[in-house]
């Protein structure tokens, strides 16, 4: 009995006790790699993979304790699939509420005092953007990837928008590739260090706006 309510003791401090962890510090080498890794994983439909590379995500960009990333892993992958089968905006507003309770677990683990709500609509936003692309001009998606960011951030828009047009040209050699008839290894890795300059970018962003170096040249070079 002992050992049992300590264990119960302690997860609940690791997926609910309010943190103050620095969301400016995070590889942007990592968590390109995961993000890279991740995207496979929704196109390929694997969801075991997906749910596992969150998980890691969440650790090492937002600084989770381990069972707090697997909570919100779980509310994160919720969120894409469910925005995966949707077909129009209100389909896609079916994942607002498990999307939300994932930006307010990032909210209640960071230092950042940011808007859980303009956070969650700005994320599905720029889902929205990408999946709807040719309804949108050439730039919308670079620019609603920046947005999202900034608001997480709280830093202005300007600052992520090197971020925001590398992360959509990511994501739209992969959707090139894809439509070609497959994304071949060589063209994952390109992928991937598109997307680990994008979050070289944005970790510039947010060091600036805080105030400190970032260490901006840690981690293998893209």
């Known amino acids: 009995m002992v050992v049992t309510a300590l264990l119960l003791s302690y997860a609940a401090v690791d997926i609910f006790l309010p943190l103050r962890r620095d969301l400016t510090q995070f590889d942007p080498v990592a968590v390109g790699e995961l993000e890279a890794k991740m995207w496979r994983s929704y196109y390929e439909r694997r969801h075991v993979s997906l ?13 989770f304790p381990l069972l707090r990333s697997y909570v ?47 956070a969650t609509t700005l994320e599905l936003e720029w889902w929205i953007v990408h999946r709807e692309r040719e309804r949108y001009p050439s730039d919308a998606l670079g620019h609603a990837c920046a947005e999202a960011a900034a608001a997480l951030y709280r830093v202005p828009a300007a600052s992520t ?38 979050y070289r970018a944005l970790r510039g962003a947010v060091a600036s706006a805080s105030g400190t170096s970032g260490n901006l040249d840690s981690g293998k070079e893209p």
Not at 51 to 63: H, I, K, N
Not at 174 to 194: C, H, M, Q, S
């Open 161 to 198: 928008l090197e971020h925001g047009r590398l992360r959509a040209q990511a994501m739209l050699l992969r959707d090139a590739r894809a439509e070609a008839g497959g994304v071949t290894e060589p063209e994952w890795a390109n992928i991937g260090l598109l997307l680990q300059q994008s």
């Open 51 to 63: 749910f596992l590379e969150l998980a890691q995500t969440l650790r090492t960009q937002y600084r």
């Open 72 to 118: 919100g892993a779980y509310y994160g992958a919720s969120a894409a699939f469910v925005f995966k089968e949707g077909r129009e905006r209100s389909d896609y507003e079916k994942a607002l509420p498990t999307l939300r309770t994932y930006f307010g677990m990032i909210r209640n683990t960071g230092s950042i005092d940011f808007d859980v709500g303009r």
